[in-house]
């Protein structure tokens, strides 16, 4: 035997081979318990997810059943008083006379108008009509035509209305504008007044 080989020291895998391949298998068990563990533990997280989106799929379908049924229970009330116009009007189409006055069809024409009036108050919408004279504003009225002046006083004051605005019963906010005729001075219609 040379020097080498006496000084060369025996490790354990010469004095017991089977003794690390034991360890690792014993290791490797270990990690598919671990491994086996956490695939039960991920699908019981995936049910439980699973279960949770149907809950929340749920709840999503009942608050918008909810929202519809809230939104119909608000409109119920126009929803009624549009089917009595709708009725109202049906009947007066059958019974309108052969011959009716001009004062009698106004007179016909703005009581349904007045009914509709009533149906918009009750959903918190008011009729607004601008005084003649008024200064025109932008916000509340659109303008839907000119009236030449000469008088300069009366240059961006409303001069007729075209048809009412509307606006929120409780805090006045526009819904929509006044359609108006607002006066325009004109230098020519004032010279014109004076040369008369």
């Known amino acids: 035997m040379s020097d080498a080989e006496e000084e060369r020291p025996s490790g354990p895998a010469e004095d017991d081979p089977g003794e690390p391949a ?11 318990a671990s491994l086996a563990g956490l695939q039960s533990q991920a699908a ?20 918008e059943r909810l929202r519809a049924g809230e939104a119909r229970a608000l409109l119920r009330p126009a929803v009624t008083d549009l089917r009595r116009l709708r009725d109202d009007l049906l009947t007066q189409s059958r019974s309108v006379p052969e011959a009716m006055t001009r004062d009698e ?30 200064r025109f504003d932008p916000r509340q009225h659109q303008a839907s035509g000119i009236a030449e002046t000469g008088q300069h006083d009366l240059g961006g004051m ?17 819904v929509a504008p006044a359609r108006v005729i607002v006066y325009r001075h004109a230098d020519g219609a004032s010279r014109d007044d004076q040369a008369g």
């Open 158 to 174: 409303v001069a007729g209305i075209v048809s009412d605005g509307y606006a929120e019963a409780d805090g006045g906010l526009p």
């Open 22 to 32: 034991g360890a690792v298998l014993a290791a490797v068990s270990e990690l598919r």
């Open 105 to 134: 069809v106004t007179a016909l024409l703005e009581s349904y108008a007045v009914s509709v009036e009533l149906t918009l108050e009750r959903c918190g919408i008011v009729a607004v009509r601008p005084a003649p004279d008024t």
């Open 44 to 63: 019981r997280d995936h049910d439980r997810a699973q279960a949770r989106e149907a809950v929340i799929d749920r709840l999503h379908e009942e608050v």
